[in-house]
T-cell receptor
């Protein structure tokens, strides 16, 4: 079993729609959870961090964490073409990454 | 504030040669991490420095890889001798305390 698994992509959404990304992790003791965005050929860029159960909102992004279900998600509201990228879920200080979900926002 | 800087951005070497990658973390960041992404796989942790000390090197694949961070500033990752399976993108990240990590653009390493 992989440590961190993300829903398989690619994910294509129309401009203005909500993109929903999911991630599950295997270590029940994990405490820190991150979403990174990576454009092709560029570095992973932190967009959200979440440490406690519930929702955390930052602009158009909302992260949701459920430790009991070992599940973390990212919602992108009002998706824009500039949101087209690969989104990486990462867990803990010694970041364990998922394979990433590629999102394409259609204009 | 300058970000994490890595160079070279690309390196192409032959099997058996030596390559040294460099990472300059964000100023003031005590934590420095190396990661690697090989073709088609997830980004994998290699090691973690706190200042000049190796805190965790559990991800280093074998003894052909040597990482240093003399003086607790920049870090180097040397591969000697390079093998075909070492090809991939090597990322460096840094952080201050328990804050999230910030990544460099990576070094794309190709072994021929």
């Amino acid at each position: 079993q992989k440590e961190v698994e993300q829903n398989s992509g690619p994910l294509s959404v129309p401009e203005g729609a909500i993109a929903s990304l999911n991630c599950t992790y295997s270590d029940r003791g994990s405490q820190s959870f991150f979403w990174y965005r990576q454009y092709s050929g560029k570095s992973p860029e932190l967009i959200m961090s979440i440490y406690s159960n519930g929702d955390k909102e930052d602009g158009r992004f909302t992260a949701q964490l459920n430790k009991a279900s070992q599940y973390v998600s990212l919602l992108i509201r009002d998706s824009q073409p500039s949101d087209s990228a690969t989104y990486l879920c990462a867990v803990d200080y010694k970041l364990s990454f998922g394979a990433g979900t590629t999102v394409t926002v259609r204009a | 504030e300058a970000g994490v800087t890595q160079f070279p951005s690309h390196s192409v070497i032959e099997k058996g040669q030596t390559v040294t990658l460099r990472c300059d973390p964000i100023s003031g960041h005590d934590n420095l991490y190396w990661y690697r992404r090989v073709m088609g796989k997830e980004i994998k942790f290699l090691l973690h420095f706190v200042k000049e000390s190796k805190q965790d090197e559990s991800g280093m694949p074998n003894n052909r890889f040597l990482a240093e961070r003399t003086g607790g500033t920049y870090s180097t990752l040397k591969v000697q001798p390079a093998e075909l399976e070492d090809s991939g993108v090597y990322f460096c990240a840094s952080s201050r305390g328990n804050q999230p990590q910030h990544f460099g653009d990576g070094t794309r390493l190709s072994i021929l």
